[in-house]
């Protein structure tokens, strides 16, 4: 198979840069560097204990958001090649898109966003681009990991305009009404690809989801109605199995081939052409796109409203505001090491820069240290 470059790719020789200067690696590429910057990061490592859809200690066998990361950087990979895209960027935003993450998945990240409300708001994907720009400590030049350019810009999928407008270079696509380059573009649809059919798996697991339930949902029923016929006999693991990778399979398809076609009309001769268009080029087919709808639909219904993700979703926002409201009323409370920060954020944006702070410190926290950290503050027999 080709591994050629196409022309519209992201490559080293079109590189818009890191915002610090470095002299260019030797023996890898500016891509590879990044990515691997962000495996020896401390964020990286907290995304395993971190929760997609279940608590992180309801279950050995659900995904965290590390193995999420992981099975979207598999899917992206795949696709690049294919496409002729630059796999290690690809790979490097897989990798990086959930680092901005909270601990309790979406109902940490909603709450969070509450508590930050009069404090100019909580986005994960902006937070994800504060942690490879500021928060990781480990470079002796410079805070944050340094990313290149086009590493930035596929992090930071959604952005409202009001901090668009205060990213400079990396925020002004939102505000331009453009597009970021195709591996951006299709790392994003690789996650949705990943986490539809992972959260199917792991539903029919934790026994939230039945067999039954999901054959209203075209793209599942074709492919048990296939699985069934071919293997009859399978155990029920299996077939589960072979359901959704083939569903998997027939999506990483449908991208590659409409996607592709786009490409060969708009005819980019490099990646500013794909910067500059108003229409994505890395696209479902229209179809695909709407059974893609319903899937969603019916997991929004089923799956993450479903009574018991509720009762651990409130649990989990009432711990975590709990958290900000003890730390905003005495920021004494926060680790020894946040003073520092604390006293400068303070100095430049008042209550503001301490709420935003505090927030750094909350979104960095895994499940499990949330309910420590919880624990240790309300708890009276914890003297800790
Ligand atoms: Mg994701």
Redesign the pocket.
Known sequence: MSVTLAPYAASDAHCRGRRHPEPAPAYRSEFQRDRDRIIHSAAFRRLEYKT?VFVNHEGDMFRT?LT??IE?AQISRSIARVLGLNEDLSETIALA??LG?TPFGHAGQDSLNECMRDYGGFEHNLQSLRVVDKLEERYADFDGLNLTFEAREGILKHCSTKNASLLGDVGQRFLDHTQPGLEAQMVNLA?QI??NNHDIDDGLRAGLLSIEQLNEVDLFREQFNEVSRLHPQISSRRRIHEIVRRMINRQVVDLIETSRHRVQLVEPKNIDDVRTTDQPLMVFSEEMRERNQTLKRFLRHNLYQHHRVYRMSAKAARILKALFKAFIDDPRLLPPGYDHHLQQAEQSDGESGRARIIADYIAGMTDRYAIREYQRIFDAEELT
């Open positions: 997609q958001r999420h990361s979207v898109h959930d993450h996650d990943a986490y």
